[in-house]
């Protein structure tokens, strides 16, 4: 059983700061690829970056030199640095992972989301 389970959202002013953490338990063996995406209410979950195992990183233009995606793959985790943060990027942030369970066979799997609320 594998579980991705994402921490540090929480209420923050503009202008400020939030590290997002995304750690991967369970029968892992590795984790591949991984993303952030975020879903405001009302809206389609968005994607905003996302770190390949061996490190290169995209992402969407309305994040893009605000957050920073890393990875600690000895720790089975994905983080993700918001700065600057807007009223806009309010939302719940969901992690995902392309999960190596044994060898030839993985699958990807979701967080349960981590509300971010960015409000004075």
């Known amino acids: 059983q594998v579980q991705l389970v994402e921490s540090g959202g929480g209420l923050v002013q503009p202008g400020g700061s939030l590290r997002l953490s995304c750690v991967a338990s369970g029968s892992v063996l590795n984790i591949g690829d991984c993303g952030w995406y975020r879903q405001a209410p009302g809206d389609q979950r968005e994607f905003l970056a996302r770190i390949t195992n061996g490190g290169s990183t995209t992402y969407t233009d309305s994040v893009k030199g605000r957050f920073t995606i890393s990875r600690e793959n000895t720790k089975k985790t994905v983080y993700l640095q918001m700065d600057s943060l807007r009223v806009e990027d309010t939302a719940v942030y969901y992690c995902?992972?392309?999960?190596?369970?044994?060898?030839?066979?993985?699958?990807?799997?979701w967080g349960q989301g981590t509300q971010v609320t960015v409000s004075s």
């Open positions: 995902t992972c392309r999960v190596l369970i044994a060898i030839g066979i993985s699958y990807d799997y």
